[in-house]
């Protein structure tokens, strides 16, 4: 699993940190002040886009948040439910399950409910917003 992941953390990073190199290289070959001072903004200019691209992670992560939230694996529980009901039961044929009933029904509605109401109800809040 180590080495997975430090192969995709080398794809992934290997570019930026390529460029790094390169421009660390040129920063060193560099004969005179001009392309010392030239070297040097790349090599400013790539460590300003590694922060960025770092950023635009951490932002993406807190927006999204993580696949275990309490409130996610809720919505695959149901998900996975509605759709053995459609796919494999009403499409192919292949099966029946028993209907809910009681509070797993109250409870399934309105986890259906969050999550096609929650992206209305950010939608006219950003409109709001403007």
Same mark, same amino acid.
């Given at each position: 699993?180590?080495?997975?992941?430090?192969?995709?953390?080398?794809?992934?990073?290997?570019?930026?940190?390529?460029?790094?190199?390169?421009?660390?290289?040129?920063?060193?070959?560099?004969?005179?002040?001009?392309?010392?001072?030239?070297?040097? +903004?790349?090599?400013?200019?790539?460590?300003?886009?590694?922060?960025?691209?770092?950023?635009?992670?951490?932002?993406?992560?807190?927006?999204?948040?993580?696949?275990?939230?309490?409130?996610?694996?809720?919505?695959?529980?149901?998900?996975?439910?509605?759709?053995?009901?459609?796919?494999?039961?009403?499409?192919?044929?292949?099966?029946?399950?028993?209907?809910?009933?009681?509070?797993?029904?109250?409870?399934?509605? +309105?986890?259906?409910?969050?999550?096609?109401?929650?992206?209305?109800?950010?939608?006219?809040?950003?409109?709001?917003?403007?």
């Amino acid at each position: 699993m180590t080495a997975i992941l430090s192969w995709l953390a080398s794809l992934l990073s290997g570019p930026i940190v390529g460029a790094v190199i390169d421009g660390y290289k040129a920063k060193l070959a560099a004969g005179n002040d001009k392309d010392r001072i030239a070297a040097d +903004l790349a090599q400013r200019e790539l460590d300003v886009q590694r922060a960025e691209i770092e950023a635009q992670n951490a932002l993406r992560i807190a927006q999204i948040g993580k696949w275990y939230e309490p409130e996610k694996l809720m919505g695959y529980a149901v998900a996975i439910y509605v759709g053995k009901l459609l796919i494999f039961d009403k499409v192919l044929g292949l099966g029946s399950t028993d209907p809910l009933s009681g509070w797993i029904e109250t409870t399934a509605n +309105l986890i259906v409910a969050f999550y096609f109401g929650k992206r209305t109800f950010e939608n006219v809040a950003k409109i709001i917003k403007k």
